[in-house]
């Protein structure tokens, strides 16, 4: 019987924003899609449809009760951006230029500090970021 090897493992998957609505400053893009075993992250997950959609009810039950918001570059302290729309694609579809899956997480994000949104539409700032952490067995 082989030996079963546990470890802590924090994670993050950088998702580039597709869209930006710049007259509103909000950013859109996936923030988290469905991957199989055959297909995993550059972590080597993978997360069904259910999964993605837990953790989007999750962040969004975190933003009801004031303690979610889009900080800057996982820096846990700046509160960002905030969101505007967060829904799981009913199907298949394009959003700018990224196209979407069925059953991807996809946001729009309000940045109201200007120097944070220019950072944005400078491609300082360009991609939604999903952080975590989980145990290795």
Request: net charge negative; no cysteine.
């Amino acid at each position: 019987m082989a030996d079963v090897v546990s470890r802590d493992d924090t994670f993050e998957v950088a998702v580039p924003i597709a869209k930006r609505d710049r007259a509103r400053q909000i950013a859109y893009g996936v923030v988290l899609e469905p991957r199989a075993p055959s297909s995993p992250d550059l972590q080597g997950d993978w997360h069904d449809e259910a999964d993605v959609e837990k953790a989007a009810h999750r962040f969004m039950a975190h933003v009801a009760k004031g303690s979610g918001f889009g900080d800057l570059m996982h820096d846990d302290s700046t509160s960002a951006g905030y969101p505007v729309e967060s829904f799981i694609a009913p199907v298949d579809f394009m959003l700018g230029d990224q196209p979407v899956r069925k059953g991807s997480w996809v946001m729009g994000m309000h940045y109201p500090d200007p120097d944070i949104w220019q950072g944005i539409v400078e491609g300082r700032f360009e991609a939604f970021s999903v952080g975590g952490y989980g145990r290795r067995v």
